[in-house]
């Protein structure tokens, strides 16, 4: 009787096993790997964290952000953008682009006037307060606006928004109303 009493059967079978846990390990490592590309070079998923953006983006409303996009454009007026303040801070700003760079902006009488033009804003909830002094917006820089004028945080306060600082875009139709 031999002293081994594997089979050929029974060898095969855990070299089987073997490759077939390296093959998980290698489909399980490159799903990660894929993961995080996506989210940070791609596309990444948001909350709304405030009524800034009211009524567009309801407080609580989960987004999606194409970040790919202004890889290849810049953002254009009426964009709703993700975005941080400057590079020192990690906090992210949800705003739509009213200026683009080299613009003249100024507020009067409760109204947005860009190069001494007024801009339509269907989707701005109240009027914009206090009135401004005309600013030019600089090179490769956004003023950025909350639609909520009333309650939002934005380029009125903390200034024009650098374009290196632009994460991405958010469409108002992809968005999801639900906590």
Known sequence: MPKNNRTFFDSRFV???????????????WSIVMYYFFKVYVVSV?????????PTLP???YYMVNKYIYRFAHPERGDI???QKDR????????????????????QGGEIYINGRRLDEPYAAGRSHPDSAPHTIGKDAYFVLGDNRLMSEDS???GDVLFTNIMGKI?????FPFR
Not at 46 to 54: K, L
Not at 88 to 107: A, D, M, Q
Not at 171 to 175: A, G, R
């Open 15 to 29: 070299w089987t096993e073997k490759r077939r846990a390296n093959r998980l390990a290698f489909i399980l490592f």
């Open 46 to 54: 948001g909350v709304v964290t405030d009524i800034s953006m009211h």
């Open 59 to 61: 407080e609580g409303a």
């Open 81 to 83: 953008v993700v975005f």
């Open 88 to 107: 020192y801070t990690s906090e992210e700003y949800v705003k739509r682009v009213i200026g683009l760079p080299g613009e003249t902006f100024s507020i």
């Open 156 to 158: 009125r306060e903390f």
């Open 171 to 175: 469409k108002p139709d992809q968005f």
